[in-house]
């Protein structure tokens, strides 16, 4: 256990680290940092201050839906918005474009390797992903029409807001599926004993 709340802990600073790579790159991020974005706007608060409060508010919603938190879940509210702010902090903002394609790309290769390790750890579901998780089961509709419906959502809700919508949104959205696909068995605990030919474990 104790191996694995390291994993879960170091995948979680990375993926937020991740995140404020892709944000510095300023191409277009995804869909819950557009949201992120257009509401720090506004309100000021700082994107990792921002990223926790919606990871509660999301949380909030799996009551009715009668999600379970695992230790995996409180730790990813908790970590991934401080986490973000000190990758912000690092990098500065305003490089130049092929920098910032640079700092894009690597932002998305990190947060795909971070999904697999904390995933890889078994200790439960991000925020947003049980929600997803959630909705599937409580109406029947299919994985990808539940995710797609919730990030166009919250996608297009954070655009409204003066998010940062551009390629690097379309190429994240492209991307970052295949990317996990690759990653998650790389970390999964059972990794030794699983053949060779079996596929990604389910990212929710």
Same mark, same amino acid.
């Given at each position: 256990?104790?191996?694995? $709340?390291?994993?879960?802990?170091?995948?979680? #600073?990375?993926?937020?680290?991740?995140?404020?790579?892709?944000?510095? !790159?300023?191409?277009?991020?995804?869909? %819950?940092?557009?949201?992120?974005?257009?509401?720090?706007?506004?309100?000021?608060?700082? #994107?990792?201050?921002?990223?926790?409060?919606? +990871?509660?508010?999301?949380?909030?919603?799996?009551?009715?839906?009668?999600?379970?938190?695992?230790?995996?879940?409180?730790?990813?509210?908790?970590?991934?918005?401080?986490?973000?702010?000190?990758?912000?902090?690092?990098?500065?903002?305003?490089?130049?474009?092929?920098?910032?394609? @640079?700092? #894009?790309?690597?932002?998305?290769?990190?947060?795909?390797?971070? +999904?697999?390790?904390?995933?890889?750890?078994?200790?439960?579901? !991000?925020?947003?992903?049980?929600?997803?998780? !959630?909705?599937?089961?409580?109406?029947?509709?299919?994985?990808?029409?539940?995710?797609?419906?919730?990030? !166009?959502?919250?996608?297009?809700?954070?655009?409204? @807001?003066?998010?940062?919508?551009?390629?690097?949104?379309?190429? #994240?959205?492209?991307? $970052?599926?295949?990317?996990?696909? %690759?990653? @998650?068995?790389?970390?999964?605990?059972?990794? +030794?004993?699983?053949? +060779?030919?079996?596929?990604?474990?389910?990212?929710?």
């Amino acid at each position: 256990m104790t191996r694995r $709340v390291i994993q879960l802990a170091i995948g979680l #600073f990375l993926y937020g680290i991740g995140i404020a790579l892709i944000v510095r !790159g300023a191409i277009g991020v995804a869909p %819950w940092d557009v949201l992120t974005q257009g509401l720090d706007g506004h309100l000021h608060l700082g #994107f990792g201050v921002i990223t926790t409060i919606i +990871s509660g508010i999301v949380l909030l919603l799996w009551i009715p839906l009668k999600q379970r938190l695992g230790l995996g879940t409180v730790m990813n509210a908790l970590l991934v918005g401080p986490s973000a702010d000190v990758g912000l902090w690092l990098v500065p903002a305003d490089l130049a474009l092929w920098l910032r394609v @640079l700092l #894009f790309a690597a932002g998305l290769l990190l947060l795909a390797v971070a +999904s697999g390790i904390y995933i890889g750890a078994g200790l439960g579901p !991000g925020p947003r992903d049980g929600l997803m998780t !959630g909705l599937h089961t409580r109406t029947g509709w299919p994985i990808w029409a539940v995710r797609t419906g919730i990030e !166009g959502l919250v996608l297009a809700t954070g655009w409204v @807001l003066g998010g940062n919508v551009g390629l690097g949104t379309v190429l #994240f959205a492209v991307l $970052v599926g295949p990317l996990c696909q %690759w990653t @998650l068995p790389l970390f999964a605990r059972d990794r +030794s004993r699983r053949p +060779s030919t079996a596929p990604a474990l389910d990212p929710a």
